[in-house]
C-alpha cells in the first residue's frame, strides 16, 4: 500500500513500508536536500547508489521504481541520507558560507579554532589504524579546516559499531581516534592539536 507523506521542502511523495513496518521513500531524491541548482547526482550520491541488503525486506515492487532496485538512501531512518542533507549539500554553497557553517558548529562543539578555509568530503576511506593498509573505517564526513580536521560519525537510531580493528576488540569510534593519534601529525602537520 502507498501512503503519501511531504518531505523538507513541503513536496508531497510516496513511500512504501517494508515487512517490519520501516517507512522508505520511492524515489531516493525525494529523502535527500538538493538545491534547486545542483548538478545531480554529485559524485558522493554516486557512492552510495547500489541495491541494498533489505531490498527483500519490501513486497511493493514500487520500491525499485526509480533505480530497479532498492538503495538504502530511500530508508527514512538512513544516516547517510541524513548526512548528505547536512554536510553534503555544502558543496553546492560559496565558499565562504561552508566557511561560516563551518565556524558556527566548531562554536556548537565547544572547539574554539575559527578557520578561514576549509574542505569537506563524505565517505571517505582512510587506512586502517592497526595496519596502516587498506580496509580502514569509513568517514561519514571529513572537514580539514586550515587549523581543525574533524571525522564524523553519523548515527541515526542505531548504535557505535563494536568488534572492529584487526582483533575485533575496538569500536568505530577508537578507530578514527587511533589512526589520528598514530598519523595525524605527520597528515595534518598544521593542526595546532589533535
Not at 21 to 40: F, Q
Not at 90 to 112: D, H, P
Amino acid at each position: 500500500m502507498n501512503e503519501n507523506i511531504y518531505n523538507w521542502d513541503g513536496k508531497k511523495i510516496a513511500i512504501a513500508r517494508s515487512k517490519q513496518d520501516r517507512i522508505a521513500v520511492l524515489n531516493y531524491k525525494d529523502n535527500l536536500i538538493i538545491t534547486e541548482h545542483s548538478i545531480w547526482p554529485h559524485p558522493n550520491i554516486l557512492k552510495k547508489l547500489h541495491k541494498s541488503n533489505h531490498e527483500k525486506d519490501f513486497e511493493n515492487s514500487a520500491i525499485k521504481q526509480e533505480l530497479g532496485f532498492y538503495c538504502d538512501l530511500q530508508s527514512l531512518t538512513s544516516e547517510d541520507a541524513i548526512t548528505w542533507s547536512v554536510f553534503g549539500i555544502l558543496s553546492y554553497f560559496t565558499k565562504a558560507e561552508q566557511i561560516r557553517f563551518v565556524n558556527s558548529l566548531l562554536s556548537k562543539i565547544g572547539i574554539g579554532a575559527e578557520i578561514k578555509d576549509c574542505l569537506i568530503s563524505l565517505w571517505t576511506k582512510i587506512a586502517h589504524p592497526d595496519t596502516a593498509g587498506l580496509g580502514g573505517p569509513e568517514l561519514d564526513f571529513l572537514i580539514i579546516g586550515d587549523k581543525v580536521v574533524l571525522f564524523g560519525e553519523s548515527k541515526w537510531k542505531s548504535e557505535i559499531s563494536q568488534n572492529q580493528g584487526k582483533d575485533k576488540n575496538k569500536d568505530q569510534l577508537q578507530l578514527r581516534v587511533e589512526f589520528l593519534q598514530k598519523y595525524g601529525k605527520k597528515i595534518f602537520p598544521n593542526m595546532n592539536s589533535l
